[in-house]
């Protein structure tokens, strides 16, 4: 069964500079403008922790040069939480999700484990 037939129409105006954002935001993830805008207006529900990570994820996609190099140990520890506390099929997922979005995942290798 696929997705329900979306049906309402919503114009909204924006400048150039962000629809040109918004567009190639988009593209990287392989998705159209509407889906990746529908994404971004279901994740601003700020009760929601799941939301909140669609929108940090969307954020750093949106912007991954503008991270500032000493928020990566802040980003690596969440990521460190959110594996400990998902489950393998979980992971596998994400996993399978960056692949599709031709990111190569991130594995720790052997003597990392150590």
Known sequence: ?????????????MSDEEHQHYLIAATKLGISLSEYLRLRLASVNENDVADQIAQLRL???DNPSDVP???WPAVAEVVLLL????????????HAEL????????????????
């Open 99 to 114: 692949t599709r979005s031709g990111v190569t995942p991130w594995r720790p290798s052997q003597d990392q484990k150590t």
């Open 59 to 61: 954020t750093i996609l």
């Open 83 to 94: 594996r400990h506390i998902c489950k393998p099929g979980d992971v596998r997922a994400a």
């Open 69 to 71: 190099t000493d928020l």
């Open 1 to 13: 069964m696929g997705r329900p037939l979306l049906e309402r129409l919503i114009s909204i105006r």
